[in-house]
């Protein structure tokens, strides 16, 4: 969804928070920016952050899915998608983004969310993949034993779920860096039985948090044909906290 001719280009703001940020903060934080991006008084941003470890439950949550409800604090959301894990080690990358002027077609949108995480995988050597009615990025793994059917194991590295308000979309993707794997066990991640969880220093690959944020960032503006701009999350984390 490029800026087609004579269509204004705008700055989008890029934040870093550092430490771990409280789950309901952030969807506090996303809401009030999403309407305020909508109302044309705050401009476009994405969000990184990580949270201390939780689970979601996603719109199409399935009861059965949450296996060990007591393991971590489970949050009901109305983003698309069902269970899925968030925690010290997995870079969530929440883009509130205007998609009524970047084109208005939803489907184009999450395909360029996806391809934004394929993009920047492959930065570092790593082939991730779509795979149909299989929500998220995957990765094949012939270090593994194959599955009963003779097809190849594999692993899933990116989950994507995202909502929209008036054209306006938050949450967003989230990119295993070097999570605690075995904490995605108190969940059937998004209704997924048959294959497993992966990360790119569980596939040998020494990439830092800090790696990983360049890199999105690069992919990011010529995905989307959108200029970034560094700003602090002060506003952003104030309007969380401003009365309704």
């Keep these: 969804m490029k800026a087609s001719a004579g269509q204004e280009r705008h700055m989008v703001e890029w934040i870093i928070t550092d430490g771990l940020t409280d789950y ?3 969807e506090r934080a996303m809401e009030a920016r ?10 476009e941003a ?7 470890p939780l689970y979601t439950a996603g719109t199409s949550a399935k009861p059965e899915d949450l296996t060990d409800p007591d393991r971590f604090p489970v949050y009901p959301t109305k983003r ?29 949108f999450v395909d360029q969310l996806e391809r934004w995480v394929i993009g920047s995988l492959a930065t570092f050597q790593v082939t991730g993949e779509k795979r ?36 306006i979309s938050f949450h967003g ?25 992966t990360s790119l220093v ?23 044909d959108s200029p970034t701009v560094t700003t602090d999350d002060t506003a952003l984390l104030a309007a969380a906290d401003a009365p309704a």
């Excluded at 994405?46 to 201390?52: A, G, I, R, T, Y």
């Excluded at 070097?178 to 497993?196: K, N, Q, Y």
Aim: overall charge negative; aromatic content about 6%; glycine content about 12%.
């Design 24 to 26: 309901r903060t952030a």
């Design 34 to 43: 999403a309407a305020q991006i909508a109302a044309g008084t705050a401009e």
């Design 46 to 52: 994405v969000w990184l952050v990580e949270h201390p």
């Design 80 to 108: 698309g998608g069902q269970y899925t894990y968030h925690g010290p080690g997995q870079r969530v990358a929440y883009t509130m983004l205007d998609v009524g002027k970047r084109g208005r077609d939803v489907r184009c």
């Design 132 to 167: 149909t009615g299989r929500v998220g990025v995957w990765v094949t793994r012939p270090d593994r034993p194959p599955l009963p059917d003779g097809s190849p194991a594999e692993d899933k590295i990116a989950a994507i779920g995202i909502r929209l308000r008036r054209w």
């Design 173 to 197: 993707i989230s990119v295993n860096v070097d999570p605690a794997l075995e904490d995605f066990s108190g969940i059937v991640p998004c209704g997924i039985t048959d294959h497993g969880v």
């Design 202 to 224: 569980d596939l040998g690959l020494p990439v830092t948090m800090a790696d990983l944020d360049l890199v999105l960032r690069a992919q990011f503006e010529t995905l989307f």
